[in-house]
């Protein structure tokens, strides 16, 4: 008997739909970023923080995925970000299809920047191309350094990687010189991205890479 590749027709009829999101998002010249990261990194704190001081002349929104609630949607919305939440009721990931359906409460047109803020998990969302110009990875000092060499497939295929909570780090015994080094060992072109939601630490910088982002993708 013959064996069907569930996993691999998923992700064909994932990888379309992505590719006509991403035809979408060029035609509207919107940069496209999709934050994965554990659970309580500080994905949707950043998300906040970054309302902030992206500037008038940029407009953010944001696409946010939970397996349930609709809190962190709520907390962008806050902040003056356009937010659709996504429940995934118990999916580990967020897939091109559900991002479409998302679009319908958050057209990209006319917006600059849209971040998709995955489900916390470092695993499933790195197999779903969502149609985005860049994954961000996100891990927080409090995790500890061991994060890359156990999600290696994460960082392999990010463009940026963000250090979050930076603040503690008086307070913990984090080896962040290995947690870096280990990232740019499986990806050297990764972009390293230092910063504290809280304090504002590092928050230029990301704002920046956002920027050029931005300006990239109106360039085409």
């Not at 967020?94 to 998990?121: C, F, H, S, T, Y």
């Not at 930076?166 to 990806?187: F, Q, S, T, V, Y």
């Not at 504002?200 to 910088?205: H, T």
């Amino acid at each position: 008997m013959a064996k069907i590749d569930l996993g691999r027709k998923v992700r064909s009829a994932n990888d379309e739909i992505a590719a006509r999101l991403r035809a979408r998002f060029e035609k509207a010249g919107t940069f496209v970023f999709n934050l994965v990261s554990a659970p309580g990194s500080g994905k949707t704190a950043l998300l906040e923080a970054t309302a902030s001081r992206l500037g008038e002349g940029l407009r953010l929104a944001a696409i946010v995925g939970d397996v349930q609630t609709k809190a962190d949607a709520r907390r962008i919305n806050a902040a003056g970000i356009d937010a659709a939440q996504i429940e995934t009721l118990g999916s580990c990931h967020l897939g091109a299809g559900m991002v479409e359906e998302a679009l319908e409460k958050i057209p990209p047109e006319g917006v600059d920047v849209l971040a998709i803020e995955n489900v916390g998990n470092l695993v499933c969302p790195v197999s779903f191309d969502l149609g985005e110009d860049a994954m961000v990875a996100l891990v927080s000092l409090p995790e500890g350094p061991d994060k890359p060499s156990k999600y290696p497939a994460a960082f392999a295929r990010a463009s940026a990687f963000v250090v979050s909570k930076i603040d503690l780090a008086p307070h913990l015994d984090c080896d962040e010189e290995r947690l870096i080094g280990d990232a740019r060992a499986i990806n050297p072109d990764l972009t390293v991205l230092r910063l504290s939601s809280k304090t504002g630490e590092g928050m230029d910088a990301w704002v920046n890479w956002l920027s050029r982002g931005a300006e990239s993708k109106r360039r085409g």
